[in-house]
């Protein structure tokens, strides 16, 4: 009988150690061991070498150093997965031969996004779609609930993976879906599936696979309760794109996001709507955003971000209620921290507002994440707005980043986000002033352009009573 044997791996660098360590030795991250047990010998040795014939496998067919201008060189193959919004996180089009990992909390929706991806793709190529999570029961029952017909699909409920790789070999498919990465098993490894090692070597597998003869592969990835990809660091590195799928799951707003793309930007923005018959996509994402916007209520405005090449309206929440603790509460949903205590110590410095007696909430509507400075002047009025108990109007929609000096300053592309206001119905945009003083943007004629220069501006833009 093998003797079992346990190893302390780190999940950041690899690096094996026989005891648990707070702190790598290899990379310096604390808190990254976790325990492996191994059936079998050396775990190091079988990693290292298994890791060594892979990169063989891959540079195998004896590489010749080329020019680089040489025509020769084969140029990559982008072709359109049929939705729109996935074609624009990937950089227009899943790669021939490229590897995409898609994480996301449990949920969310990856299998039902991946089912839809399969029904379109399958229209003209061959797809496989294997599953270590589901039975094939269940996934029919999806396809049927999704009103998928399944030609061109074939489903592998498999999760050993030189078996799917034998199957896959047979079946010849442009497209292999794994869903997910973390159930599934190398025998040669001898760990547990979902175990750092095992994650490793099977994407691996897959990897290969894809750079040997060009098949595209989609992996689903876990994410651990900290948010980020269950498994080890390495894996985002040896795959080409990593996708995140978002949202709240008690809402139906879906983001798909890139955090790494070899062929692409990581910019875009992929938006979907969760529906009874699956993820409908949604090529105005503003619109679902100010679906359902409270009217005359103080604490609301309306905020314009640049995502990707995509300009996006989306509703801010400000609530500042007084405190009962001796140091205040701030909580950001949507937006990051730090930016919302820069602007309230502005505000309170510049406009002497009393924020330290009250406890601040700021949310973005929609669950979707704003990081653009431009939304500072929105978030700005916004609390403004509710410590003051007036209503921003309605139809107003507020842009411009903040300084500490309490300035407001010019942002790219504004032209974009004006044009994005008013096809909203938006009929008063305040603009930063020193994005005026060049050239003033090409407006409708109803629309009202209010020059904003410093945060003292924004107080005239609350409703008046007589509103
Ligand atoms: N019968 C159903 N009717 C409507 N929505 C459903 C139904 N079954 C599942 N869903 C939706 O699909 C989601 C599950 O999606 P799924 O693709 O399995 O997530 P993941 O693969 O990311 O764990 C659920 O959270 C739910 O919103
Ligand atoms: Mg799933």
């Given at each position: 009988m093998k003797k079992a044997k346990t190893v302390y791996v780190c999940s950041e660098c690899d690096y094996q150690s026989a005891k648990w360590m707070?702190?790598?030795?290899?990379?310096?991250?604390?808190?990254t061991f976790v325990e492996e047990t191994y059936e079998s010998e050396s775990p190091a040795e079988k990693s290292s070498a298994s890791r060594r014939q892979a990169m063989l496998a891959r540079s195998a067919g004896e590489a010749e150093p080329q020019p680089l201008?040489?025509?020769a060189l084969p140029d990559y193959l982008r072709r359109s997965t049929g939705i729109g919004e996935f074609d624009r996180v990937l950089g227009g089009g899943l790669v021939e031969g490229s590897v995409v990992l898609l994480s996301g909390e449990p949920g969310i929706g990856k299998s039902t996004l991946l089912l839809q991806i399969c029904a379109s793709l399958a229209a003209d190529r061959k797809v496989l779609y294997v599953s270590g999570e589901e039975s094939a029961a269940q996934i029919s029952l999806r396809a049927k609930r999704l009103g998928i017909?399944?030609?061109g699909i074939y489903l592998l409920t498999e999760t050993n993976v030189e078996k799917i790789l034998s199957h896959a070999k047979k079946l010849g498919p442009d497209i292999i879906i794994v869903d997910s990465i973390q159930t599934m098993y190398h025998s040669e490894s001898g760990t547990v599936p979902g175990s750092i090692t095992q994650i490793r070597e099977c994407a691996g597998v897959f990897i290969n696979k894809a750079k040997s003869d060009g098949t595209s592969v989609i992996l689903v990835g876990h994410v651990n309760k900290e948010g980020s990809i269950a498994g080890p660091k390495v894996l985002e590195h040896m795959v080409d794109t990593v996708l995140y799928f978002e949202g709240e799951s008690r809402q139906n707003c879906r983001v798909i996001r890139a955090m790494k793309n070899r062929f692409g930007s990581t910019n875009e923005l992929g938006v979907f709507e969760m529906t009874d018959a699956g993820l409908r996509e949604v090529e105005s994402p503003s619109e679902l955003l100010l679906a359902d916007r409270p009217e005359g209520v103080s604490g609301n405005c309306a905020v314009c971000v640049i995502e990707g090449t995509r300009p996006l309206v989306g509703e801010l929440q400000a609530l500042a209620t007084p405190t009962v603790f001796p140091s205040p509460r701030r909580m950001s949903t949507g937006i990051d921290y730090n930016r919302v205590s820069l602007v309230l110590a502005v505000l309170e410095k510049?406009?002497?507002?009393?924020?330290?007696s009250s406890d601040v909430y700021i949310n973005v509507i929609g669950g979707i994440k704003i990081d653009e400075t431009a939304s500072d002047a929105g978030m700005a009025l916004a609390m403004i707005s509710t410590i003051r108990d007036i209503p921003v109007p309605d139809d107003l929609i507020c842009i411009g980043e903040i300084g500490l000096s309490g300035e407001v300053r010019a942002v790219s592309r504004i032209e974009q986000r004006i044009r994005e206001g008013e096809r909203l119905g938006f009929s008063k945009i305040a603009v930063p002033s020193r994005n005026l003083s060049k050239s003033k943007p090409q407006t409708k004629q109803e629309t009202e352009l209010i020059p904003i220069k410093?945060?003292?501006?924004?107080?005239?833009l609350l409703k008046s009573p007589k509103q």
């Open positions: 707070g702190r790598c030795p290899g990379c310096g991250s604390w808190n201008s040489s025509e017909h399944g030609g510049r406009l002497g507002l009393r924020f330290s410093t945060v003292f501006d924004l107080l005239k």
